[in-house]
Antibody
Framework: EVQLVQSGAEVKKPGESLRISCQGSGYSFTNFWIIWVRQMPGKGLEWLGRIDLRDSYINYSPSFQGHVTISSDTSISTAYLQWSSLKASDTAIYYC????????????WGQGTLVTVSS | EIVLTQSPGTLSLSPGERATLSCRASQSVTSSYFAWYQQKPGQAPRLLIYAASSRATGIPDRFSGSGSGTDFTLTISRLELEDFAVYYCQQYGSTPMYTFGQGTKLEIK
């Protein structure tokens, strides 16, 4: 069974750093990209970026370039999303998902990680 | 950037009725790279339709997708209680690689 399991909810202060994770199982992890999606409170879905797990090539949405970093550790089938300096506006649920290459869809999703940034 | 605009923002219908949700793109979209997702409260999105009209694994046949170019439609033939949720369209194209519509909330009338 394909599963993406994300790390738990986080509460941070502005300016703090954070790394959240997404661990895949039940499939060949490096054969698929992992993408990250943000959902701010009560709002829609926004694509942040993607990582090709074969070669760690990364693309970011221009809206998020420079503010988040995507990485991976394929030895433990895990992708990461990290911030060096959080802002209150980063408060959101962050989802990872597996990208299906033929039709460019996101066929399996993690359960989401709630990140709350508040002083 | 291709902008996807969904309408209506909220759709109020009763179980058993037919739902028609629209997604309009600011530029022509490749149909093979157009999808619909369903999101229920507190849950991750779920892939419903890919390639504009193909149902994902396990999706009931009351869900159907159609359209091409800039106009796409998701139809739910006979609404069941479990179908009341938020629906998003999504496309793949040039930078940014992926964009979503703002969502249509399907609520019980």
């Amino acid at each position: 069974e394909v599963q993406l399991v994300q790390s738990g909810a986080e509460v941070k202060k502005p300016g703090e750093s954070l790394r959240i994770s997404c661990q895949g199982s039940g499939y060949s992890f490096t054969n698929f990209w992992i993408i990250w999606v943000r959902q701010m409170p009560g709002k829609g879905l926004e694509w942040l970026g993607r990582i090709d797990l074969r070669d760690s090539y990364i693309n970011y949405s221009p809206s998020f370039q420079g503010h988040v970093t995507i990485s991976s550790d394929t030895s433990i089938s895990t992708a990461y999303l990290q911030w060096s300096s959080l802002k209150a506006s980063d408060t959101a649920i962050y989802y990872c998902a597996r990208r299906e290459r033929t039709y460019e869809t996101f066929d399996y999703w993690g359960q989401g990680t709630l990140v709350t940034v508040s002083s | 950037e291709i902008v996807l605009t969904q309408s209506p923002g909220t759709l109020s219908l009763s179980p058993g009725e037919r739902a028609t949700l629209s997604c309009r793109a600011s530029q022509s979209v490749t149909s093979s790279y157009f999808a619909w997702y369903q999101q229920k409260p507190g849950q991750a999105p779920r892939l419903l339709i890919y390639a504009a009209s193909s149902r994902a694994t396990g999706i009931p046949d009351r869900f159907s997708g159609s359209g091409s170019g800039t106009d796409f439609t998701l139809t739910i033939s006979r609404l069941e209680l479990e179908d009341f949720a938020v629906y998003y369209c999504q496309q793949y194209g040039s930078t940014p690689m992926y964009t979503f519509g703002q969502g249509t909330k399907l609520e019980i009338k």
